[in-house]
């Protein structure tokens, strides 16, 4: 036994049920590591390259192929900051609304055509300071959305569902 969650037990019923559909409200690409985000309406997402035009492309495998945050963190950070808070400020590559992204842990999902694995929480760097001024970093703690590794690619477009695809990877070992 791992020290897991039992699969049996109420808690794990309730992480592998169902969780609400969301959709993609915006789509950024970094070309370079610092250079500003730029927005498009569309984006090709492959399991060799990531998302394609962002600096963080042709890292195969890597748990931080696509950046996800969601739209109402972006409300929540900006209220603890008292300013504006854009998408290209958290530098993440896709915003969505509707579904709460940490219900996607350990699972599988699929953004418009492509397939993806949640891998971790997207947590802030040292440049929030920078760019969002005083505080900044401790604003987007807990609401730095995720990161994912891509199992299939495919199109993503503004609008596009954002769905659960499985129940959480299996947290207990059977005797």
């Keep these: 036994m791992s020290g897991g969650l039992n699969p049996a037990s ?21 070309p370079a590591r610092k250079a500003p985000l730029v927005s498009c309406d569309v984006a090709d997402i ?18 931080r192929q696509v950046t996800l945050i ?8 900006a209220g603890y900051l008292d300013r504006d808070v854009t998408p290209g ?48 970093y401790n604003a987007v703690r807990g609401h730095g959305g995720i990161t994912a590794r891509v199992i299939e690619g495919g199109a993503v477009r503004i609008g596009d569902a954002v769905t659960a695809l499985d129940a959480p990877l299996p947290l207990f070992d059977a005797p």
């Excluded at 969601?70 to 950070?77: G, P, R, T, V």
Aim: aromatic fraction near 4%; proline fraction near 6%.
């Design 46 to 63: 492959t399991r060799e390259n990531g998302l394609i035009g962002d600096h963080y492309s042709g890292r195969p495998g890597g748990k």
């Design 70 to 77: 969601q739209a109402e963190d972006l409300a929540a950070i």
């Design 89 to 136: 400020d958290l530098r993440r590559n896709l915003v969505v609304s509707g579904i709460n992204l940490r219900a996607l842990k350990d699972r599988r999902f699929q953004v418009g055509g492509a397939v993806l694995e949640a891998t971790d929480d997207c947590h802030p760097c040292s440049r929030m300071e920078a760019i969002l001024g005083p505080g900044g």
């Design 10 to 30: 109420p808690l794990a019923r309730l992480l592998a049920g169902p969780i609400r559909p969301g959709r993609v409200t915006w789509i950024g690409v970094r």
